[in-house]
């Protein structure tokens, strides 16, 4: 069965759509993004989960509790960039992914994630490389815009790849 992934920059999902993930771009003082590597996937991904409403009061009480969990960064100043609609064999969007961009405040010691018992492997790297690194193809490139541009125009990040000073 194939999916597609639709992007709505700066849009919110209809109150219909089920949201089923919140990730983030986490950049650090250098512009940088925490991406993590997940194992039993095989692949790369931005830190960031599953909503608990019974837990988050938002989208960003689920960002702030799964990218503690997982990666072990707490952020500050999240910004709200879209979300991507996730439909199957082109029928009608079925769920929703929210993407967030934040600044890294705090680095912490390493620790298994708590859903699943692994210590995931976190890495920072420029945006192109975190693009390239997840590989999430052309439905991804204008969330990746976004996230570059709050960077840039909101803390005065570089997001490209040239050599960090």
């Not at 830190?47 to 500050?76: H, K, M, N």
């Not at 993407?99 to 790297?125: F, K, S, Y």
Request: proline share 9%; glycine share 8%.
């Amino acid at each position: 069965m194939a999916i597609s992934y639709l992007w709505h920059g700066d849009e919110y999902p209809p109150a219909d759509l089920p949201i089923t993930q919140v990730y983030g771009y986490v950049f650090d003082d250098l512009g940088r993004v925490v991406v993590l590597y997940d194992e039993e996937l095989g692949a790369w991904n931005l830190p960031g989960g599953t909503p608990e409403p019974e837990i988050d009061q938002d989208s960003v009480a689920t960002l702030e509790r799964e990218v503690w969990e997982e990666v072990q960064v707490r952020f500050d100043d999240p910004v709200y960039l879209g979300y991507q609609s996730v439909s199957e064999a082109g029928g009608p969007p079925l769920r929703a992914q929210l993407r967030m961009a934040a600044r890294l405040v705090e680095v912490g010691e390493r620790t298994p994630d708590p859903d699943n018992g692994r210590v995931h492997i976190r890495r920072r790297c420029s945006l192109p490389e975190a693009e390239r690194l997840l590989d999430w193809g052309a439905p991804a490139q204008e969330q990746f815009k976004g996230a570059a541009k709050v960077a840039e125009q909101r803390w005065r990040l570089p997001v490209d790849d040239r050599p960090l000073r």
